[in-house]
């Protein structure tokens, strides 16, 4: 059974930075693609980043590239998504993706 657990949400102001955690167990995430996403209220599910099985192809978001940084520890089983100067339209929650499970979310709140 695989288990993806997000961790790493809060509140910051415009401009600041949070770094988002994934943990995942029951499958090795250096054999699978990790997504990130993120749903804000009234609109659809959207994904942010993903990385590779071997961490060396990483994709992003137009509304988020050059922002936020994708990453992953295969040792540690985790995937991370660095988040830096955050603007307000970046609130949401975000959830991890892997081998077709679902974390149950973090929510990210950026305002002043």
């Known amino acids: 059974q695989v288990e993806v657990v997000e961790s790493g949400g809060g509140w910051v102001q415009p401009g600041g930075s949070l770094k988002l955690a994934c943990a995942v167990s029951g499958v090795d995430t250096e054999h699978y693609r990790v997504r990130w996403y993120r749903q804000a209220p009234g609109k659809e599910r959207e994904l942010v980043a993903s990385?590779?099985?071997?961490?060396?192809?990483?994709n992003y978001a137009n509304s988020v590239r050059g922002r936020f940084t994708i990453s992953k520890d295969n040792a540690k089983n985790t995937v991370y998504l660095q988040m830096d100067n955050l603007k307000s339209e970046d609130t949401a929650v975000y959830y991890c993706?892997?081998?077709?499970?679902w974390g149950q979310g973090t929510q990210v709140t950026v305002s002043s």
């Open positions: 990385i590779s099985s071997a961490g060396n192809d990483t």
């Open positions: 993706s892997c081998w077709g499970s």
